[in-house]
C-alpha cells in the first residue's frame, strides 16, 4: 500500500484521538488537512496562525510522537497557514517549522504596520465619568480569572483570555470575541482580561463599554458634531472590551464609525475584545466588512457548563462567601441547575438568604423548594430533536423523511419550519441546527427562517402551520 500525506496524517489522527478529549479533539485537529509528503516530511495545513501558535504551545509533544511512529525518528512537519492580508487577499505562508520550536514562525508573516503613532489628543471626547485625560477603565474588580473556574466548557475562552492578558496585542488572538448564552460568564471573562491587564500593565489604558453605551455616545456625538472627537478618543484606547456586540445590528453608522476605530486599533498593535451572544457566522444585520474583522482573530465560544464544573462553580461561590453546605445538597442543586452560572449561583443566594431569614438549617428539601421555583421561572428551552418529532408529527411523516434530500415541497416547508422553530427556541447556533437537521450549513437555515417570515405574512394557510406548531411548541 502506497504510503500518502493522507495516510501518514490518518494514522497519526487516530493515535491522537485516542489520547486527548474528544472536544480538543473536534477543535484543534479536524480542520487540519495534510497537503503533501516529502520523504519524512509531512506538510499539514492549518485554518490560521492562530492555530499553528496553539498546537505548538499545547500539542507538540503528542504531534511529535505520532509522527515518529509513522515517519521514524528524523520525522518532520511543515505547518502550511493560509493568511488573510488587512486587504482581504489570501496570502498563503508556508514555514517549515521544527518541532517546540515557536521563533521559527518569520516575522514577515505579519503583515501589520505597527509603526503609525497614536494621534495627539488635543481635545478628546469625554465619556461621562471620565475626567481629562486619565480615563477610568469602567472595569469590575470583583471579575477575575480566579473565579472563573475552567472547566471543558470554557477552558479555550479562559486560556485565552489569559494569553491576551499576558501579552495584550501581541498574539493572534486579535480580536478576540467571546460568545455564548446568556448567564454562560462573557462579561466576567471580558472584566477578567481587563482587570489582569490592569494589573500587569498599569501604562495601558484599558475601557469597558457596553455596544449599547458606544451607540449612544455616537449619537450624541453627531448631535454635537465632534464625530472626529469621538473617533480620535477611541483611537488613543490601548484595550478596547465592548460588550454585547450584537446590539450594532443594524446601526449602520455606528458600525461604520467602529469599522475605522477598529482598523485603527488593529494596525496600531492595541488590543480588541469583543462579546456576543451569536458566533460571527450567526450575527444578522452586521457589515459584512466588519463581520470578516471579527474573523481576524479568535472567536470562542462560552457553552453550557458540565455537572462537574457546576459543582466547583457552587463550592468556589460558597467558599468566597465564607458558608459551608454538605456536598449532596451542592450536587443537588447543580443537578437540576443546567443551563445558566448566574441562575446556579442565583439558586445558592436564595438557598443562604432563606436559611438566614428565616432561621431555617438548610437541608435537602429547602433546596428542593428553591429549585423548583428557579425551574419554574426558568423558560424552559425545548430541543432541536423534539421539535423535529414535533413538526414531524403535525405533518404526519416520520423525522428521517423531515431530515432527508428530497426536494418536495410539502417536506422543504416542514423542514423549514423546524429550522425555523429550532432558531426561535432554542440556544443552537445556526450551523448547529443545520447539522442536526439533515446536515445542512448555516446558510440553509438562515434562507429557511427567512422564508418562513415572509410565508407567514403572504400565505394564509402556511400562517396557521405556524400558528399551530407555535401553540404545540409553547413554552
Not at 498563503?92 to 501589520?112: G, M
Not at 472595569?139 to 491576551?164: H, Q
Not at 450624541?220 to 483611537?235: A, C, W
Request: with cysteine.
Amino acid at each position: 500500500m502506497e504510503i500518502t500525506a493522507q495516510s501518514v496524517w490518518s494514522n497519526c489522527l487516530a493515535f491522537i484521538k485516542d489520547n486527548i478529549q474528544p472536544q480538543a479533539y473536534k477543535t484543534w485537529f479536524e480542520p487540519i488537512d495534510a497537503v503533501k509528503l516529502s520523504g519524512n516530511a509531512l506538510s499539514i495545513q492549518v485554518p490560521s496562525k492562530f492555530f499553528y501558535e496553539w498546537l505548538e504551545e499545547h500539542y507538540v509533544k503528542i504531534l511529535k510522537v505520532s509522527l515518529t511512529k509513522e515517519l521514524g525518528a528524523d520525522a518532520k512537519l511543515v505547518y502550511v497557514i493560509k493568511m488573510e492580508n488587512t486587504y482581504g487577499n489570501k496570502q498563503p505562508f508556508t514555514e517549515k517549522i521544527p518541532s517546540a520550536n515557536r521563533s521559527a514562525l518569520k516575522s514577515q508573516d505579519v503583515d501589520v504596520p505597527f509603526n503609525n503613532k497614536s494621534p495627539e489628543l488635543r481635545n478628546p471626547f469625554i465619556i461621562p465619568g471620565i475626567r481629562n485625560v486619565k480615563i477610568e477603565s469602567q472595569l469590575n474588580p470583583s471579575y477575575s480569572f480566579e473565579n472563573f473556574l475552567e472547566g471543558d466548557s470554557n477552558r479555550l475562552a479562559r486560556n485565552a483570555g489569559i494569553a491576551v492578558a499576558n501579552k495584550p496585542g501581541g498574539t493572534s488572538f486579535n480580536p478576540l470575541l467571546i460568545f455564548g448564552g446568556v448567564g454562560l460568564g462573557k462579561t466576567h471573562l471580558a472584566h477578567a482580561i481587563g482587570v489582569d491587564i490592569k494589573d500587569k500593565y498599569p501604562e495601558k489604558t484599558v475601557l469597558y463599554i457596553s455596544a449599547e453605551k458606544f451607540t449612544q455616545q455616537y449619537i450624541d456625538s453627531v448631535k454635537k458634531n465632534n464625530r472626529n472627537d469621538f473617533i480620535h478618543f477611541y483611537q488613543i484606547i490601548d484595550v478596547l472590551i465592548i460588550d454585547d456586540v450584537q446590539f450594532l445590528s443594524g446601526k449602520t453608522g455606528t458600525q461604520d464609525v467602529f469599522f475605522h476605530i477598529f482598523n485603527h486599533l488593529h494596525q496600531n498593535g492595541k488590543q480588541v475584545i469583543l462579546t456576543s451572544d451569536k458566533a460571527p457566522v450567526d450575527m444578522q444585520d452586521i457589515e459584512q466588512r466588519l463581520l470578516s474583522r471579527f474573523k481576524w482573530g479568535l472567536s470562542a465560544e462560552l457553552q453550557t457548563p458540565d455537572f462537574e464544573t457546576r459543582v466547583s462553580i457552587l463550592k468556589n461561590k460558597l467558599y468566597r462567601d465564607g458558608v459551608e453546605m454538605q456536598d449532596d445538597i451542592i450536587e443537588y442543586v447543580a443537578k437540576h441547575i443546567k443551563t445558566n452560572v448566574r441562575e446556579l449561583e442565583g439558586a445558592i443566594i436564595s438557598l443562604i438568604a432563606q436559611s438566614s431569614f428565616n432561621k431555617k438549617e438548610i437541608t435537602i428539601n429547602l433546596a428542593k423548594d428553591i429549585v423548583e421555583k428557579f425551574v419554574k421561572n426558568t423558560k424552559r428551552e425545548v430541543s432541536i430533536d423534539y421539535i423535529q418529532k414535533v413538526v414531524s408529527d403535525y405533518f404526519q411523516m416520520d423525522v428521517n423523511t423531515l431530515q432527508s434530500k428530497t426536494r418536495k415541497r410539502h417536506i422543504v416547508q416542514a423542514r423549514q419550519l423546524a429550522m425555523f422553530f429550532a432558531k426561535k427556541y432554542t440556544k443552537a447556533s445556526l450551523a448547529s441546527i443545520g447539522s442536526q437537521i439533515g446536515q445542512r450549513d448555516h446558510a440553509t437555515v438562515l434562507h429557511a427562517c427567512k422564508t418562513v417570515d415572509n410565508l407567514s405574512s403572504t400565505d394564509k394557510q402556511f400562517r396557521k402551520y405556524v400558528e399551530d406548531l407555535s401553540k404545540k411548541l409553547a413554552l
